[in-house]
Structures are given as C-alpha cells and as structure tokens.
C-alpha cells in the first residue's frame, strides 16, 4: 500500500503529494528564511499524515502544542521534566505509540538542546519490538545541529549533535524518519542535512544558503537564484518522495494554527499616558524567591479556566454563570467520572490517551461537557486519584504547602510524593511497594523503590526502616510521619487508596 498525502498543488494547478511510505526511507530536509513558511508546512504535513502514523515533534517555541487538541498528541512541556524523565518518556512513547510534541518553549539553548537530545535517545534506543515507522518532526533543526559551536557547552552540543546524527544517518532502520526544517542551511551541521534525500526549499535570500541548497539539489548555483523569488508557502522540490525533477509547489491550509499568529500592525493608542516616565521607570516588582511557574493546583480554579476555554471554543454553548456551589457539585460529579474510569480492572496500567478518551465520553454522557478538564489536567487529577488524594483536599492550606513542595519533583512523582504526605499527614502506615508502583502506573517494585530513593535525594523526605523490616518516611520541614509500614505488603492489605 502507499500513502501519498496531499500537501498542496504544484504551480501548475495538479495536487502536488508526498508519499509517505518513501519518505520514511529518504527523510526530508526544509529550507527557507524566517517567514518563508516552514512551519506551516510542517503542521500540513503533521495533520494530513497524522492517521496514518506515529508521530513526534520537537518544537522550540511551542508552536505546535495545538496539534494536541485536535489531533490528540500529547505536549511534553520539557521545562518540567528532568532528562532522565524525557528519555523514559521517549522510549515509552515509542512502546505506547502515543504522538507527542515536545514543548521547549522557556528554556535556554543549552537546556533545549539536553532535552531535546534525552528526548531523541529514548526513541533512539527502544528494543526492536517496538521499531514501528514513525516521523521525528525538528523546526529550527540549527538549534539542535548546529554548524559550528556556539555559546552552549561542549557537552550539551555534542549530546544534541550525536542525537540528530543517529536520527538522520541510523534512524531509518528503527522506523524512524527524521524531518528537518531549517531558516538557515548554512548554520546546519553539514552531516545532518547530507542525510536527506528529498528537500523542499523555501524563499532563500543569503548567498551562502543559495549556494549550499544549490549543492544538495544538484543545481547550477545560478538556477538557485530563483529561490529569491518564491512566495511565502511556494516551495521548489525534489526527491523520491516528492517528485524526480524540480517541481514549484504552494502548501495547502492547515486545519490548526500556531497558537501566536503573526504580530501585526495595529495603531498605537490615542490616548497619551499620563506620566510614561513614571509608569516605564517605576522599580520592578520585587524578585520573588522561587519563581513558580505554575499555581498550586486548586481545582476549582482549573475547572473555571477549563470551562472558559471550552465556552470560547464553542460559542452556541454560553449558559449563564454558574454559582460556586453547582460548580462544586459538577466538580464532585466530575471526580466521580474519573473514580468510576479508575474502578475498572487494570486502569492503572493504561495509556493516559486512552483513559482520557473514556474519561470525556463518560462526562459527555454525565451532561458535563462543558466542565471536561483538558488533558493536562486530566493528568493531574489523575495523579491525584491514584494517589488517594480527593479534591476535597485543594482548599486546605498544609495541602498547598504540600503541592508547592511536591512541584520541586518531575510530574510523573508528584502523586507519588502526595500520596505518601497524605499517609504522613494521617498518621497511616508507610504505602507497600506495591501501593507506590500502582500511584506511578507501573508494575515495578524496583522502580517504586527507585522512586523513594530519588525523593529521599531531593531532600523531601527521609526513609527508616525498623528493627523488623517496617518502613517509616518522614517529610522534611513538615516532621509528619507515617506510621511503620512493611513494604511488601499486598496492596489490598492497605487502607489509605481511597480510589
Ligand atoms: N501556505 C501558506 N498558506 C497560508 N499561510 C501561510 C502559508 N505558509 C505560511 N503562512 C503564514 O505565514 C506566516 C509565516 O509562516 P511560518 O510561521 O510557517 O514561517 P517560518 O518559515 O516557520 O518562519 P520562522 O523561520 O520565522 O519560524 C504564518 O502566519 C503562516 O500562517
Ligand atoms: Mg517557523
């Protein structure tokens, strides 16, 4: 079978289409100047061939984040994870097969590139059961693979470097397409962009580029000249699985759109401040000691923004404003939603994605589908959930110390992390191995143990085990403890999961 998906027309009018199958042998190189269209084209071809396989993109400015609405992949904000939690969460979105998008929006170069390249290496290095095709999407692949060295350290540029030549060079054996868009070609490290096979090249001003497209296409350098003309979304292309000679082409409209649009011109205000110097020059606020990104998680806030976002989505759906108790009892009902999806036989154990879906169908049915968390949050409750924490814990203010705390560790912890305070908070016994490796979705004693290690290692909490085996854990700062728990108890042996 081969699957061409349809990226536009050709300047002649005729659907100009890429065929999918070859693409993932040959891999696909984009050139153009900033604003030329590379992303756009990516996103078209993200969504045409988004049925038909797996896919992930490495995203530096968060432009593709809403791919996930639509299309259901899963945005990894990297600032939030460590690297270790991004190469797990590479090789598990390969055994999952789960398309995501790798958010690196707010971090510095260096810290885009370490993730960046965790990220590729758990892709990169899954056993051979799971080498099924997939698309490796890099915007700004420069960023990644850069020509010479920059201003980042030796060690980050060779981390990066390494990932995007094993994905451009080794990749294809594991499944793997690698698909790079690039302002700037003479900034790309030769290496990586020698892998490509098929290019589409974009509006192209600097000489030095022109030259260095010319010599991948095999063009004089004078036909190259014409790359100054292209429009913005017109592409020149070549390769198998674009077309064997040169061939103009227009991108065709994408169903999503980044999610900051072009800045435009718009008139300053009329009205003149009343003092700029004052207002511009004021002191700035005071530095707070450590910067929170995000807010404790209450969940009522989150349910209002969640329902504002759904009401913006779809107009036709504006009720009137709701009171604080009906929204507490549709947060009730919502929480039962979820404790119902969780009640079936080995809901621990599935992919978010699909005990999502299951999730909004269920709250569709309920008749709340105007208060359905978006998939972020869901995740949360989640953790939350198995964890053994209600909602009914938002408002108590030992429980934002405690979230302020737990949001030190990786998200995938944080549950873990909660559900251990709340035993400490009440005086329960220690969670069982088997009780921590359910709250992390895993199997795996081992890991659990692991997982306890690495809080007792970021200072949160202590472990102690007792003369006969029982474990105490004690949180830092907050001196609760739990009682001592054996901890290979059976799972049902403890009464702490209120799930
Ligand atoms: N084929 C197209 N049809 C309609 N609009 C387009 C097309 N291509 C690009 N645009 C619009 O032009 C603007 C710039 O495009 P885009 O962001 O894709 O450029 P870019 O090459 O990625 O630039 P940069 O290198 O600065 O990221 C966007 O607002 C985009 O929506
Ligand atoms: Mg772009």
Partial sequence: MTVAIEMGHTTAGAPAALDLEE????????????????????RRLLEQSAPWVQQTIIDPEGDFVSLGDRFGHLVIDAEEHTERGLQSAGERARIHRVSTVLNLEGLDAENQMRRAAAFLGGLFEVARDHWYPMLVVVDEAQLFAPAVAGEVSD?????SLGAMTNL????????????????????LAKNVAAEASNFLMGRTFLD????????????????AEAFRDLERGQFMALGPALSRRPLGLRIGPTETSPRNGTPRLMPLPEAALEDAR?????????????????????????????????????????EPPISAEDLAERRERVDRV?????AQPDAGFRVIGVLYQEFVVRCRIEGLASVVPDLPEFRRML?????????????????????????????????????????AKEGWPCPSDAAIARAYGSHSLRRARRLLTYIEEQGLIVCQ??????????????????????PNAEEAEQGSLAV
């Fill in 208 to 223: 030095i580029d022109m030259a260095r497209a010319a010599d991948l296409l095999g063009m004089e350098r004078r036909q």
């Fill in 338 to 342: 979820l404790r119902a999806v969780l």
């Fill in 278 to 318: 004052a207002i511009i020059l004021a002191a700035p606020p005071p530095e707070t000691v450590r910067p929170q990104r995000r807010s404790s998680p209450d969940l009522l806030d989150q349910l209002m923004a969640a329902k504002s976002a759904a009401l913006e989505i779809r107009p036709e759906a504006v």
């Fill in 23 to 42: 693409l993932l042998a040959t891999r696909l190189l984009v050139q153009g100047n900033s604003g030329s269209g590379k992303s756009h084209l990516l």
């Fill in 168 to 187: 451009m060079c080794r990749g294809r054996k594991r499944g793997l397409a690698g698909i790079i868009a690039t302002q700037r070609l003479a900034k």
């Fill in 155 to 159: 060690e980050a540029r060779k981390l």
């Fill in 465 to 486: 085990l007792d003369g006969v085996g029982r474990r105490t854990v004690t949180l830092v700062e907050l001196a609760w403890a739990t009682a001592p728990g054996d």
């Fill in 383 to 423: 953790t939350r959930a198995r964890a053994g924490l209600g909602s009914d814990m938002a408002g108590d203010d030992a429980w934002q110390d405690v979230s302020v705390r737990a949001s030190l560790l990786p998200e995938d912890m944080q549950g873990v992390f909660m559900m251990i305070a709340r035993a």
